[in-house]
């Protein structure tokens, strides 16, 4: 039998949209937003 060698990961797949504010808003405040960007997220990139 052949020998196996590494990991194996399985979960989903997602596409995190991360937005950066200037300051935490009060409740029923909004933020401003001053930078967004996508990146790569989900349970098989945690591995």
Do not use: C, F, Y
Not at 21 to 41: D, F, K, M, Y
């Amino acid at each position: 039998m052949m020998e196996r060698k590494g990991i194996i990961a399985a979960g989903n797949m997602l596409v995190d949209l991360v937005h950066q504010i200037v300051q935490w808003p009060e409740r029923g405040w909004l933020a401003e937003i001053t930078h967004s960007e996508r990146s790569n997220g989900g349970a098989a990139l945690n591995v």
